[in-house]
């Protein structure tokens, strides 16, 4: 196979937040000129105000605004951009838009439509690797529903009964954990099926499910590939993927710390052959179920960047999107398997906006106060900025914060640091509850499993109250005035006041809710 | 300065008197003053009777003043005497069903009338594509079902109503 070098000057970023500002940063670093596309409510969003050009799509929801490819690659025309790169999420991996790419004469970032449809889909993608000999985990396809969306009983319990219980239903063109189901018996099966196809119809516009033996207590172990046009395939190691809450990666870190040498060797060389069975070009990511006793199966391979990129990047120094727009552009990848290296450990923790002790539901409001944390080895990826708006259109992931340290211990302390020193109000989020996690003895250990949060930290409860002195003193004199070392009044320290829209100024305010009679 | 702050514990007082370039804290019934200084950028450094010093970060939403202080976040409430009445809107503790975020009504699983337990699905809501089951707070009978499946619903709206059992 040969590729043909396709000259890119100008990048379409067919995305928004954390992953659209990164992707900016890219090719402003490659020298090339970036158009960022952004729905109403993003008009003066970081990314969209980060880019050279910025073009206004339509209204907040995503299925109006960053899932129309139609609208996309009018921008795209617009704009005089030769490239597209989509992200994760949105339209990362819908093969109808990355044809439609290459209809426009525009080079689409990421693998051929022809893969992501093969790797798309879930059960295709299963047999592709079955005939590679990478092992896959045993399940089978259902029937088709009926218009109403009811399963035949009979026609469920015949293919699941033949997998055995407990199984897990899947969606077959889904992901991220959307219409996902685990089914402990076969009373519970049917419905089970009706719920995860309709979920999955909602999120992905495509309600087939199909089935897969339940493995207990697994690792979530992925590799990095990337391949090029020249047919090198090459894998960046491997990431622990296996604190999830409802089926949603919140901790990732590489080394894993179950992997030995041989195992590593094994795994990265089965996703190597995952990549070449397809003729994988870009970056691409094969994931798999690793059981207690270190057998591993394929998952699935996820057509684009991963969200926990940076953990790669940090060990193996590389800069993945660097890599993904060069050999998108026709040259050949810049390192050969022998190049590559992985130094100390590296941990990432994704910061949602989000309310741990009420089942995870997403926390809306402003970001009244944001202040990111620093030093050696901390990296955050984030798409807000103190003031925006976590809004119920969008994934209410604030950012993305990596550290690297010269070992895991060291990463884990590091990490509980940096979360330590990220203060952020207007929102509630899960960074309480991340230390907690990093807390436990057994993630020390580095006894992970998917199940690690629920056997773990079940119905988890916020041990505020012992700081809760700590925080009346703070308030207390935050609420008393600008007093700033040195002697300077108001202006300096003081409180600030949510910027609502109510219009008050903060003294005005302050003068309100001033106890009556004193002061 | 006398401040009253209401946090998950019940009421606070505090006194803050101005030394120089800090504050001088005392909270409810303490002997000795805790000294806090503003250290920019909305953090505030209070040091401990060893000490040690805590840094906390404090900003204000209308009656609310949240302290975020080591990973933890705190809210706690200026008590409003005039809108004392006007207590939580979040609608979370009786037994009527509320929908705890903006979202979709997917599916209503019980009628009026119907006779419900604890823990038992009411309303599956879809929000941000995740699906949800609402589950009763509580026993009862279902005195009123205030949407339908396929509506819009906004952050706290009432979902189901719910009688608890008559004979208590």
């Known amino acids: 196979m040969t590729a043909s070098r396709r000259e890119i000057r100008t990048v379409l970023v067919a995305n928004r937040g954390e992953i659209a500002v990164r992707v900016i940063r890219a090719c402003r670093e490659l020298g090339l000129r970036t ?3 952004c729905s109403e409510a993003d008009r003066h969003a970081l990314h969209a105000e980060l880019a050279d050009v910025a073009v206004v799509l339509g209204p907040p929801e995503p299925a109006a605004s960053y899932l129309r490819g139609d609208l996309i690659l009018d921008a795209a025309a617009r704009t005089g951009a030769d490239a597209v790169h989509p992200g994760y999420g949105f339209l990362a991996e819908n093969a109808g838009f990355a044809e439609a790419c290459a209809g426009a004469g525009l080079v689409f970032i990421g693998p051929s439509a022809g893969v992501i449809r093969t790797m798309g889909e879930k059960t295709a993608a299963r047999a592709v690797m079955e005939k590679a000999g990478v092992p896959v985990v045993p399940g089978a396809g259902l029937p088709e529903p009926e218009p109403d969306g009811a399963f035949a009983a009979a026609a469920v319990h015949a293919v699941c009964d033949q997998v055995g219980y407990p199984l897990m239903v899947k969606a077959a063109f889904g992901g991220g954990g959307k219409g996902m189901r685990l089914v402990g018996d076969r009373a519970q099966v049917v419905a089970a099926c009706e719920a995860a196809a309709r979920e999955a119809r909602g999120a992905f516009g495509d309600g087939t499910v199909y089935v897969e033996r339940f493995i207990e207590r697994p690792r979530h172990i992925e590799f990095q590939v990337f391949g090029d046009g020249f047919g090198n395939a090459v894998h960046l190691f491997e990431r622990e993927c296996s604190i999830q809450r409802r089926h949603q990666k919140i901790i990732e870190e590489t080394p894993s710390p179950a992997l ?14 995952a990549a070449r069975a397809v003729g994988y070009e870009g970056a691409g990511t094969v994931e798999f179920l690793v059981d207690p006793e270190g057998h591993f199966y394929f998952l699935e391979m996820n057509t684009r960047l991963q969200v926990e990129h940076p953990i790669t990047e940090l ?39 989000e309310d741990p002790e009420d089942g995870f539901m997403p926390s809306l409001g402003r970001l009244l106060l944001l202040r990111e944390p620093s030093g050696p080895g901390v990296r955050v990826d984030s798409g807000v900025r103190q003031g925006d708006e976590v809004s119920l259109y969008y994934d209410p992931m604030i950012a993305k914060l990596s550290v690297l340290a010269p070992d895991r211990a060291a990463a884990i302390a590091r990490m509980e640091a940096a979360l330590r020193a990220y203060p952020i109000l207007g929102v509630t989020t899960n ?10 003895p057994e993630f020390a250990a580095g006894h992970l499993h998917t199940g690690f949060l629920d056997e773990h930290l079940p119905r988890w409860r916020s041990a505020r109250a012992d700081d809760a002195g700590i925080a009346l003193l703070a308030a207390g004199a935050a609420e008393s005035g600008g007093r700033h070392r040195g002697g300077a009044t108001a202006g300096g320290g003081g409180l600030p006041v949510a910027a609502d829209g109510t219009g008050a100024s903060p003294w005005d305010r302050l003068g309100r809710y001033r106890h009556p009679g004193l002061g | 300065m006398q401040l009253k702050f209401r946090d998950e514990s019940g009421d606070h007082a505090l006194v803050v008197r101005p030394e120089s370039d800090a504050w001088l804290v005392t909270l409810d019934d303490a002997t000795a003053a805790v ?20 840094r906390a970060w404090v900003v204000a939403r209308r009656d609310e003043r949240l302290v975020f202080c080591d990973g933890r976040v705190h809210r706690l409430r200026r008590p409003d005497p005039v809108h004392a009445d006007a207590a939580s809107t979040d609608g979370g503790e009786g037994p009527d069903l509320y929908a705890r975020m903006p979202g979709r009504v997917v599916r209503l699983l ?18 941000m594509k995740m699906e949800t089951e609402l589950t009763a707070a509580c026993g009862g009978v279902v005195d009123r079902v205030a949407v339908a499946e396929g509506q819009i619903v906004a952050q706290g709206d009432l979902l189901v ?8």
Do not use: F, K
């Open chain 1, 35 to 37: 158009v960022a596309v």
């Open chain 1, 260 to 273: 030995d040498t041989t195992l590593r060797a094994a795994m990265g060389e089965a996703a190597v052959a």
């Open chain 1, 315 to 353: 060990v193996t120094g590389q800069d993945l999107v660097r890599a993904q727009i060069q050999v998108a552009g026709g040259m050949p990848l810049p390192w050969r398997q022998e190049d590559l290296t992985a130094r100390g450990h590296a941990i990432e923790c994704r910061v949602y906006a």
């Open chain 1, 431 to 440: 960074i309480e509850y991340l230390l907690a996690v990093l807390a436990r």
């Open chain 2, 35 to 54: 000294t806090v200084t503003a250290a920019g950028d909305g953090a505030w450094l209070v040091t401990g009777p060893d000490g040690r010093r805590r």
């Open chain 2, 110 to 127: 019980v009628a009026p009338g119907v006779e419900v337990a604890v823990g038992q699905p009411l309303v599956i809501m879809e929000s």
């Open chain 2, 161 to 168: 109503a719910i009688s608890p059992p008559s004979n208590e």
